[in-house]
């Protein structure tokens, strides 16, 4: 069974322009959390989802940011009008229906430039 | 404010020695806390989760308490090994959709 997979793992972006990372959930797993962590700092919570819903995005800042997880495919978190400030390691974790725990993909590193 | 607080500094012991590392909260009320291994470059990995309705949980070497009086978490390596050197986070869920992360400790266990 294979985990959770992000793309790509690295990133890099000039200011202004949009990132787009990816994440495939585990098999069987209907529910996607994205994470931000800057170097020395823990994750913060960004945005919760399920195959067609986004059930919390409370973490996610109102501007620029976005995220979709569509019926078919993976799910997607867009960043629009990149700045430096946006240069962190990106996770996604997905949880099976009715489990608590979960399970993190390797992360997308973006570096803005 | 709501807070996690976990030991910033990092924790050195010797080989064979039991690490315990600490977990605090303010103003939460968890439905259940978790803790997960963090190696550098990589996605945390899931370890443990403890219900405000258990004190104690085990798997292996690892044992977790959870005190929701003192609002505390203790997780417990025995027995440690160089390869346990890691970042140990914990997590918390207060029975919505959303996971607070605590900063974690870093655990060096030296031969």
């Known amino acids: 069974n294979a985990g959770v997979m992000q793309n790509p793992r690295h990133l890099v972006r000039r200011r202004g322009q949009e990132a787009r990372l990816r994440c495939s959930p585990m098999k069987g797993h209907s529910h996607v959390y994205w994470y931000r962590q800057l170097p020395e700092e823990g994750l913060k919570f960004m945005v919760y989802?399920?195959?067609?819903?986004?059930?919390?995005e409370s973490g996610m800042p109102k501007e620029r940011f976005s995220a979709e997880f569509p019926k078919e495919g993976p799910s997607i978190l867009r960043i629009q009008q990149v700045v430096r400030g946006d240069s962190a390691a990106y996770f996604c974790a997905s949880s099976p229906p009715g489990g608590d725990e979960q399970y993190f993909g390797p992360g997308t590193r973006l570096t803005v430039t | 404010s709501q807070k996690i607080e976990q030991n910033s500094e990092a924790l050195n012991i010797q080989e064979g020695k039991t690490a315990t590392l600490t977990c605090n909260y303010t103003?939460?009320?968890?439905?259940?806390l978790q803790w997960y291994r963090q190696d550098p470059g990589r996605g945390p990995v899931f370890l443990l989760l403890?219900?405000?309705?258990?004190k104690e949980k085990r798997k292996e070497r690892l044992k977790v308490t959870f005190d929701t009086t003192l609002k505390q978490s203790l997780f417990h390596i025995t027995a440690s090994q160089p390869a346990d050197s890691a970042t140990y986070l914990c997590a918390l869920n207060t029975g919505g959709f959303k996971t607070i992360f605590g900063a974690g400790t870093r655990l060096f266990v030296k031969a």
């Open positions: 989802l399920q195959k067609e819903n986004i059930i919390d």
């Open positions: 403890i219900r405000e309705n258990e």
């Open positions: 103003n939460y009320s968890p439905a259940y």
